[in-house]
């Protein structure tokens, strides 16, 4: 009887041991993998960055430029923005007066003049170019080019900013 049971036991020990073996050996093995993983990731080059862009051209980024072409590009982006303060309905006694009430305006925070031009919106017929505003200036009183007879004309006021 002593002998049958120390025989059961060796099985359920050999087969405990088999267990262990196998959950060790899978322990190291994923071990093994995450620090592959964290090897491999921590020895790759930095990225390079490419910017592509019409008119500006190709930019390869890196840390020896990096501020340079960002301030390049941030340059850019402010020189095409622009404010203008102005009111929409303007008023003309006649077709050929002057406004009473036109204002528009080239902002300080602006870095470049302009000048704009009025357009019928149904027949986009041009009926004024302003004069150039440079930056910081405003203009309160302006005369149409064509002479419109008395109504209501809805219009669109397209702004032109000018460089060197």
Not at 54 to 70: A, C, L, Q, R
Request: charged share 25%; proline share 3%.
């Amino acid at each position: 009887m002593s002998e049958t049971k120390g025989t059961e036991e060796k099985k359920n020990l050999t087969t405990t041991h088999k267990i262990l073996i196998i959950g060790f050996a899978s322990l190291i093995v994923a071990v093994g993998i995450v620090g592959y993983i964290i090897w491999n990731n921590l020895n790759k080059p930095a990225p390079v960055i490419v910017y592509k862009a019409e008119k500006i051209g190709n930019y390869v980024i890196d840390e020896s430029n990096f501020e340079e072409i960002i301030g390049d590009m941030v340059k850019r982006r402010d020189d095409g923005m622009y404010e203008v303060t102005m009111n929409t309905s303007w008023n003309f006694s006649n077709g050929t007066s002057k406004s009473s009430d036109a204002y528009v305006a080239n902002a300080l925070s602006n870095s470049q003049p302009m000048f704009f031009e009025v357009f019928l919106s149904d027949t986009d017929e041009l009926i004024y170019t302003s004069t150039v505003l440079p930056v910081g200036t405003k203009l309160k009183e302006l005369k149409l080019d064509n002479d419109l007879g008395k109504g209501t004309y809805p219009a669109i006021c397209k702004y032109n900013l000018l460089d060197e």
